[in-house]
DNA sequence: GTAGGGTTAG
């Protein structure tokens, strides 16, 4: 009965898998039971006792699972604690180590086995070459050629390393020199020479392939996509016949091509190719496999009608789907939420069958764009499982729509919640403490940036604002110059408005100077401040001409915020007149910021007509603001013409205008 | 337990 039970049980796993393992390397506490009854060793070529076998079998498969659900030490405590372990023991623990790059202690491992297996050796390259750069790849060549019997993976291996580090004479090499390719060794080069930019000896190789198969046509499609070879990507595809003349599911290489044209915008291409693929075909392949659309191909396509901003296509072919899966109805949420009309986002999202985070990230984020900040506040509390990027959405629209307390109260649950903030976190936080002004603030958030992420260029700008809005400009300065040639406009833009804002004017001009001779192309944001600058030090001449060449040198179309800049300078030097000029040549409407300039100058020189004409203009553009009233009835005042004074004060009545009592902007503390 | 390729959303 015993003896069937085992006979049952060695059927179902197979024998030769369990007599392939060869020698078994005892361990203390298991030889000791060894020398009692012997319960590890084979007895010629049948196991005597399966039981031991079978264990070990589910003792390696339990280090396997420790590894693919990511807990290491878990598996490497359960092989320390093996009683008996062979070479695929020793071989899984190695895996994985090699899956985390961990090389040294993957290393340490494969010294110590006891016996080494091609498998051993194949895993310890692939650990290597994967690493990448030179010293990794030369390790793995090094035991590639030291190791005692090379099978056709430990080829391949070696080869695909040195594709995907750029060496590809390298691997040209070796697989000329390797005595048996096969498939894998053909799609490695294939690939390698696609990753490496060589479009025309990939073809090439391609065609001479003795054999292909489903990987081998993927492979050349993706890699003539990313050479951007849409069209030669499209011929192989339409024209693409296997050797043997027997058909193949083409429908993955087919939904990669209609992603290529998705993201070129290519949106009528990619229709093509989809309506190509045979909806239901019931004639079975000779693999079993059908050729037809599946649920991606739909999806796929629905995504290149969303990326063109054509919801009305991406509907109609939404309606038409069968079969929807979560990716369906969130690919469509995302394409409402991306032209803003949140109203269908929400009807979708309310018809959905199962929502996942990402569901409800897009309506967070596309509450959060629209600035309906109560629903954003509405559904991120009712997520049943947030993310980190549902938690950087909300306070990405809280900082937008300038709730600074509600984004800092929310940063702050956040790290009490457990969920670490990222550089996204950050910036938005730092984005913050520059619209509060609180440098306080500014400057812990800054060591949190030193102490949790690798600061990026974005990142660094957002600090650059930050210490130069709060008037910080030397650590700005070191900020930037830390940059190096990383600068981006946006750097400049920062340093030059912070100088700008706080009365540096010739540090501002210093450095707008330097952006030239970087050649760093200037965009109207550097020219407000610029502009700004010149007004403030009182620079007519460099004012005009800066002005002059954002459009000649620079092909910068001046706004109207760089005319008001413009009627600052000239109007505070005492051209009153200039100014006017220039208002009424400017080829748009004249906003309250130019006519409040104009009003501005017109007082510091006491040229109460010009200061009429602006202030009557002020009038009409907000009828309800008392300012230019005010401003004129103390110039009528100041020069003791009470009857004007009093006629200013009665059009204030009869326009039942209030004076606005002073404001102050009162620091909340937190 | 090891080698090549692969489509979709924030």
Known sequence: MILLTCWKMM?????????????????????????????????????????????????????????????????????????????VSWNSMISGYVKRR??????????????????????????????????????????????PKRDCVSWNTMISGYAKNGMMDQALLLFDRMPHRNVVSWNAVVS??????????????????????????????????????????????????????????????????????????????????????????DERDKNNERFERNVVSWNTMIM?????????????????????????????ISGYVHVLDMEKASNLFSKMPNRDTLSWNLMVSGYSLTGNL????????????????????????YEKYEDFNGAIELFLRMQSEGEKPDRHTL????????????LNLGMQIHQLVTKTVIPDTPINNALITMYSRCGAILEARTIFEELKLKKEVISWNAMIGGYASHGYASEA??????????????????????????????????????????????????????????????????QLEEALDLIKSMPFEPDKAVWGALLGAS????????????????????????????????????MGCWDDAADIRGMMERNNIQKQTARSWIDSGY
């Open 427 to 438: 910036s938005s936080i730092l984005s913050v403490s520059t619209g509060i002004m609180d």
């Open 374 to 397: 109560e629903l954003v506040s509405d559904f991120f509390e009712k997520m049943p499982e947030k993310s980190l990027v549902s938690w950087n959405s909300v306070i990405a629209g």
């Open 509 to 574: 001009l210093e450095l707008f100077k330097l952006m030239r001779h970087f050649e760093v192309q200037p965009t109207y944001i550097t020219f407000i401040s610029v502009l700004h600058a010149c007004a403030h030090a009182g620079l007519v001449e460099e004012g005009r001409r800066i002005f002059k060449s954002m459009q000649s040198e620079y092909g910068v179309e001046p706004t109207v915020e760089h005319f008001a800049s413009l009627v600052d300078i000239v109007g505070r030097h005492g």
């Open 192 to 281: 390698g020479l696609l990753q490496n930019g060589d479009v025309m000896r990939a073809i090439e190789f391609f065609n001479r392939m003795p054999e292909r198969d489903a990987a081998s046509l993927s492979a050349l499609v993706s890699g003539l996509i990313q050479n951007e070879e849409l069209d030669g990507a499209a011929r192989v595809l339409l024209e693409y016949k296997n050797k043997d003349g027997a058909k193949e599911n083409l429908v993955h290489a087919y939904n990669t091509l209609i992603a290529g044209y998705g993201q070129k915008g290519l949106v009528d291409e990619a229709r093509k190719l989809f309506d190509r693929i045979p909806f239901r075909n």
């Open 304 to 332: 290149c009608y969303v990326k063109a901003g054509d919801m009305v296509s991406a509907q109609e072919l939404f309606e038409q789907m069968i079969e929807r899966d979560t990716f369906s109805w969130n690919t469509m």
């Open 11 to 87: 059927r179902r796993l197979k024998i030769d898998t369990l007599t392939k393992f060869g020698t078994f390397e005892v361990s203390r506490r298991a030889s000791e039971v060894a020398t009692l009854g012997s319960h590890c060793f084979f007895s010629g070529s049948r196991p005597r006792n399966s039981f031991r076998d079978t264990s070990l079998l589910a003792e390696n498969k339990k280090i396997s699972h420790f590894i693919r659900i990511g807990q290491i030490n878990e598996a490497r405590a359960f092989f320390d604690n093996m009683g008996c372990r062979n070479t």
């Open 603 to 638: 007082r510091v020189h006491n040229n109460v007509e010009m200061a009429r004409v602006a202030a009557e203009e002020l009038m009409k553009l907000e009828p309800e603001s008392s300012t230019p009233y005010v401003l004129l009835h103390n110039m009528y005042a100041n």
């Open 102 to 147: 961990e090389m040294t202690k993957a290393r340490k491992l494969f010294d110590e086995m006891p016996e080494r297996d091609v498998v051993s050796w194949n895993l310890m390259i692939s650990g290597y070459v994967s690493c990448g750069g030179n010293r990794f790849i030369e390790e793995g060549r090094c035991l590639f050629e030291m190791m």
